[in-house]
């Protein structure tokens, strides 16, 4: 496969935007005061999570990305921007009322020891709905894919997704959903949707073994249940699986050690989002965005992969 070069792919991105602290330090004791390990932090790190992270693939790879989400009146939202234009991400966040939700993981050793979580349930006003949907309407339309990103934190309520996906279609933009929890009516109409074996099992109701057919038969319950068009599956240590209107495709995982799978879906989606945006197939996308995976999985916590490592991956 030739050299990567996505500078001229543009996607939109619009979800939940989050940052993600990380505290690295040794455990050499346990605490006196009650049975957990001491960790003494020696150095601590910012990254950019949830949709934001989405975009920072994109501009690792070198492609181009618009953000749109929202962030709190606070030092981490502070943290996003300034980690975000210093990454050239194009922005267009609003500012709410309620913390920027941050994700702060301590790391002893190699071992994640806790993970400290401040968010609460995004709920957006009639004001900054308005102000989104401007946004959306001005910029959207140069733009030949847009990414929902949906970590169930409260941007992507039904209302705002439903009006995404018919904006984009207006303009033929191609849709590709990152989703999160049971309601997926909200999806409806979307073109690809990205989840996980454990998000398809919640979907259709029961637990879905982790196999081809397994996977194949619970995919095309939750394509006809939703009106969506095609499943891009992520398996795991099985790969991934793509199930639409044809014969589904499978692929066995490109990665022979699994390190940590922290963002790793956010890689997923934003190599396949930027490889249609640059005219590749379906199954070409999916088998780049597959072997982008394997990179970052080898990688510790949230991580992003260039394109020179990718266009060593695939020859």
């Known amino acids: 496969m030739k ?18 602290k990380y505290y690295f330090g040794s455990v050499d004791r346990i605490s006196p005061e009650a049975p957990v ?31 749109c989400g929202v962030i709190g009146h606070d030092f981490f939202g502070k943290e996003i921007e300034r980690m975000a234009k210093k990454k050239q991400i194009s ?8 913390p920027t939700v941050t994700k702060a993981r301590i790391i002893g050793g190699k071992q994640q020891i806790v993970r400290l979580d401040y968010e609460e ?29 949906d970590y169930g934190k409260g941007f992507v309520s039904d209302e705002l997704c439903r009006f995404l996906i018919t904006e984009a279609h207006k303009h033929r933009i191609r849709v590709i959903i990152d989703p999160k929890g049971k309601n997926w009516a909200k999806y409806a109409g979307a073109d690809i949707v990205t989840p996980n074996v454990k998000e398809l099992s919640d979907i259709v109701g029961y637990a879905v073994p982790n196999t081809d057919e397994a996977v194949t038969q619970a995919a095309k319950e ?30 066995p995982t490109h990665s022979e050690e699994v390190f940590d799978v922290s963002g790793a879906g956010d890689t997923v989606v934003a190599t396949f989002s930027l490889c249609l945006a640059a005219g590749f197939d379906l199954f070409t996308a999916m088998k780049t965005a597959n072997i982008a995976a394997g990179i970052v999985v080898k990688k510790l916590g949230t991580a992003t992969l260039t394109p020179e490592e990718l266009s060593i991956a695939c020859r």
């Open 3 to 20: 050299d990567f070069n996505f500078s001229t792919c543009k996607v939109f991105i619009a979800g939940d935007v989050m940052l993600d």
């Open 37 to 67: 390990p001491v960790v003494n932090i020696r150095r601590e790190e910012s990254r950019l999570g949830g949709a934001s992270n989405v975009a920072n693939n994109i501009c690792s790879l070198g492609g181009q990305s618009m953000l």
């Open 91 to 98: 922005l267009s966040l609003i500012s709410s009322q309620q």
């Open 121 to 149: 349930k995004l709920e957006l006003s009639e004001t900054e709905i308005t102000d989104i949907r401007q946004i959306v309407t001005r910029l959207l339309p140069d733009y030949p894919v847009l990414v929902v990103s």
């Open 222 to 251: 939750a394509i006809g249940q939703n009106q969506l068009n095609t499943l891009l599956v992520t398996r795991s240590e099985k790969g991934m699986s793509l199930i639409g209107q044809g014969e589904p495709v499978h692929l």
